[in-house]
């Protein structure tokens, strides 16, 4: 049983577009909701995270939007590039302990 | 420059095999972590070390254990391998707290 849903598996946009991905978690004892992007042949890195007690969060053209209430949380991705062609998975941490979500591949055609 | 590294990219093995996982790091990480990774599933915890000899089952141990006898590496061990564990295991570690977690670059397993 996924501890972390995320949704959609896959995105395609067109450069300039913005990509949303979203993440809904159940367990209230997570305190760190990380991003991480993937490329091809690489393990994941992180991206951009956020603690619960901001609502929302932005590193350069990557944006976190947290509901603390309705326990989402979502990734925006500004002006999104080819470059940005990846997967990204949302995670949830709870005692040092990381819940990944089920992955989103993201293709911005040029 | 932080690094995980996984001992093998590519691996292919017999099914009843032992089939072991290496992963060390160089960042004094308290935490280490196996991933499996498939696709549509993301990636699932299968154990997590918190420290030296100590261990937790994540959420799909079933089949696998683990073993922590230096603080730098974490190992991986298919009991008796099955063709339902061919996957990509990712190893990562991780500071504790709010710090991110650093992966390796995986090793891809197929079991014949």
């Known amino acids: 049983q996924q501890q972390v849903k995320q949704s959609p598996q896959s995105l395609i946009v067109q450069k300039g577009g913005i990509p949303i991905i979203n993440c809904a978690y159940e367990?209230?004892?997570?305190?760190?909701f990380p991003w991480y992007q993937q490329f091809p042949g690489k393990g994941p890195a992180l991206l951009i995270a956020?603690?619960?007690?901001?609502s929302e969060k932005k590193e350069g053209r990557f944006t976190i939007s947290f509901n603390k209430s309705a326990k989402q949380f979502s990734l925006h991705i500004m002006d999104s590039q080819p470059g940005d062609s990846a997967t990204y998975f949302c995670?949830?941490?709870?005692?040092?302990?990381?819940?990944f979500g089920s992955g989103t591949k993201l293709n911005v055609k040029p | 420059d932080v690094k995980v590294t996984q001992s093998s990219r590519y691996l292919v093995k017999r099914t009843g095999e032992k089939v072991f996982l290496e992963c060390v790091q160089d960042?004094?990480?308290?935490?280490m972590f196996w991933y499996r990774q498939d696709p549509g599933l993301g990636l699932r915890l299968i154990y997590f070390?918190?420290?030296?000899?100590?261990?937790e089952k994540g959420d799909i141990p079933e089949g696998y254990s683990v073993s922590r006898e230096k603080k730098e590496r974490f190992s991986l061990i298919l009991e008796s391998a099955s063709t339902n564990q061919t996957s990509m295991y990712l190893c990562?570690?991780?500071?504790?707290?709010?710090?991110?977690?650093?992966f390796g670059q995986g090793t891809r397993l197929t079991v014949v």
């Open positions: 070390s918190y420290d030296v000899k100590m261990k």
């Open positions: 956020i603690r619960p007690d901001v």
């Open positions: 960042m004094d990480h308290e935490n």
């Open positions: 990562a570690s991780s500071l504790g707290g709010h710090q991110e977690a650093f």
């Open positions: 995670a949830a941490v709870n005692f040092n302990k990381f819940y």
């Open positions: 367990n209230t004892a997570f305190d760190y």
